[in-house]
């Protein structure tokens, strides 16, 4: 059976491997580490299909030493070992290298056998992972690590490999590969920079080609059949997931209702109508907040919406929902306040309720010293100065009035009935 396209180009040096050229190109620190013979360990994290694996193994065959491949996927203590025992061995005894892919997914137990052995030098690690390395690679070989994150590769990068494949699959054939620009570009685009998704693209737009005279030509309509989807990138457990809310978030804070509305249509195309909503809340409370008291109220009633309707008639108003935070007047006075109130409990000295506003409404109480409440509603205004906060936190000021017209106008108000200056 012929190996699949991706497996059939895969470069055998630095110079061959499309994209990453900031960490691997001519003069890059990951050049020069390993153009000095001495490479420490390395986690290569990143996105699928981006050349992490290849430049891994074509690291790990330059160093001379005996190499060793395992998968975290399918990897056992005992595979670990056996690769510690080879130590012993006339070929370990210079040390070998470890290339281990998807280290993320061995547990923490087997991370730890290899730990004293890649301290000493024996075993080189090159391990590469999808996951962020610091949220599922156990941190004492991080710290003996040096991690390089992959991008995902550029459009006029996958082109390359795209023209490099056809090449190929001309050859094979003895055919002459024709493809317009535009189709070029949509597949180059479409595979969301993963050049391994590019090249399976190709290979099947290769094999539904029509050949006329030994020409084989590959089509658009070919193209958009094999390309649907794929340049979503997105994983609800791992970092996409994450990055994407981020984004969706910081958006609409920033008021740029048009990327909020893109980051919206990434996270509905991929069916996460539950974490849209519950975001879409937080951002009501935390980034819209007394600017706009009622902001909260018409997301809940468009989240309310979106999940009796369900997907796809939910993206409507969440849109809605979107726009209207992106476009509204901005305030976190009132997210800062609980923060620094938390803070408080958690760390400081916080004392007790003040006796005059603890419950009385029990026999014994005035024995206790409760009492003395002044009512405010039965003051001028509705205002009475009193005692409220414990008394280590006296003077304590969690809100600061925000400088929109909502808060300015309370503000005001709170001065008329104080007869004081609130200071910003």
């Known amino acids: 059976?012929?190996?699949?396209?991706?497996?059939?180009?895969?470069?055998?040096?630095?110079?061959?491997?499309?994209?990453?050229?900031?960490?691997?190109?001519?003069?890059?620190?990951?050049?020069?580490?390993?153009?000095?013979?001495?490479?420490p360990n390395l986690i290569f994290y990143g996105p699928s299909g981006v050349g992490k694996t290849t430049v891994a193994r074509i690291i790990a065959g330059s160093l001379g030493k005996k190499l060793y491949k395992?998968?975290?996927?399918?990897?056992?203590?005992?595979?670990?070992?056996?690769?510690?025992?080879?130590?012993?061995?006339?070929?370990?005894?210079?040390?070998?290298?470890?290339?281990?892919?998807?280290?993320?997914?061995l547990n923490k137990k087997q991370q730890q056998t290899l730990l004293e052995f890649i301290e000493t030098g024996e075993i080189t690690l090159i391990a590469s992972t999808t996951e962020n390395p610091y949220f599922y690679i156990y941190n004492a070989i991080l710290s003996r690590s040096?991690?390089?994150?992959?991008?995902?590769?550029?459009?006029?990068?996958?082109?390359?490999?795209?023209?490099?494949?056809?090449?190929?699959?001309?050859?094979?054939?003895?055919?002459?590969?024709?493809?317009?620009?535009?189709?070029?570009?949509?597949?180059?685009?479409?595979?969301?920079?993963?050049?391994?998704?590019?090249?399976?693209?190709?290979?099947l737009c290769w094999l539904a080609a029509s050949s006329q005279d030994g020409v084989r030509t590959i089509r658009m309509e070919d193209a958009q059949q094999v390309s649907q989807r794929s340049n979503m990138r997105y994983d609800r457990d791992g970092d996409e997931h994450y990055d994407i809310l981020s984004a969706f978030q910081k958006s609409i804070r920033g008021s740029d209702e048009n990327a909020a509305v893109h980051y919206l249509a990434r996270l509905l195309s991929a069916g996460d109508l539950l974490s849209v909503c519950r975001r879409l809340?937080?951002?009501?409370?935390?980034?819209?907040?007394?600017?706009?008291?009622?902001?909260?109220?018409?997301?809940?009633?468009?989240?309310?919406?979106?999940?009796?309707?369900?997907?796809?008639?939910?993206?409507?108003?969440?849109?809605?929902?979107?726009?209207?935070?992106?476009?509204?007047?901005?305030?976190?006075?009132?997210?800062?306040?609980?923060?620094?109130?938390?803070?408080?409990?958690?760390?400081?000295?916080?004392?007790?309720?003040?006796?005059?506003?603890?419950?009385?409404?029990?026999?014994?109480?005035?024995?206790?010293?409760?009492?003395?409440?002044?009512?405010?509603?039965?003051?001028?205004?509705?205002?009475?100065?009193?005692?409220?906060?414990?008394?280590?936190?006296?003077?304590?000021?969690?809100y600061e009035f925000g400088q929109n017209k909502n808060e300015q106008a309370a503000k005001a108000y709170r001065e008329r009935i104080t007869g004081k200056k609130v200071e910003p």
């Open 1 to 39: 059976m012929s190996k699949p396209l991706a497996d059939r180009l895969r470069p055998q040096t630095l110079d061959e491997v499309v994209g990453q050229k900031e960490l691997i190109g001519p003069g890059s620190l990951l050049r020069k580490i390993l153009e000095s013979g001495r490479v």
């Open 70 to 105: 395992l998968n975290g996927t399918t990897a056992s203590t005992a595979d670990i070992r056996a690769v510690v025992e080879e130590l012993d061995t006339l070929e370990g005894r210079d040390g070998v290298i470890l290339y281990l892919d998807e280290i993320q997914y």
């Open 146 to 203: 040096t991690v390089f994150e992959f991008k995902m590769v550029e459009p006029a990068e996958v082109q390359k490999a795209v023209l490099r494949a056809l090449e190929i699959l001309g050859k094979e054939s003895g055919e002459t590969p024709k493809i317009d620009d535009e189709v070029l570009g949509y597949l180059a685009v479409t595979c969301g920079g993963d050049v391994r998704k590019a090249l399976g693209a190709t290979e």
């Open 281 to 398: 809340l937080v951002i009501a409370a935390e980034d819209i907040g007394l600017a706009y008291p009622q902001a909260i109220t018409i997301v809940k009633a468009c989240v309310d919406a979106a999940l009796q309707l369900g997907l796809p008639e939910a993206q409507l108003p969440l849109s809605q929902a979107v726009v209207l935070l992106a476009t509204s007047p901005k305030s976190n006075s009132s997210a800062k306040a609980i923060w620094a109130a938390m803070d408080d409990v958690k760390n400081a000295e916080i004392g007790s309720v003040p006796l005059t506003i603890r419950d009385t409404h029990y026999g014994g109480a005035k024995k206790l010293g409760r009492g003395g409440y002044l009512n405010s509603h039965d003051y001028p205004n509705h205002y009475v100065e009193q005692q409220y906060l414990p008394d280590p936190l006296v003077g304590r000021v969690y």
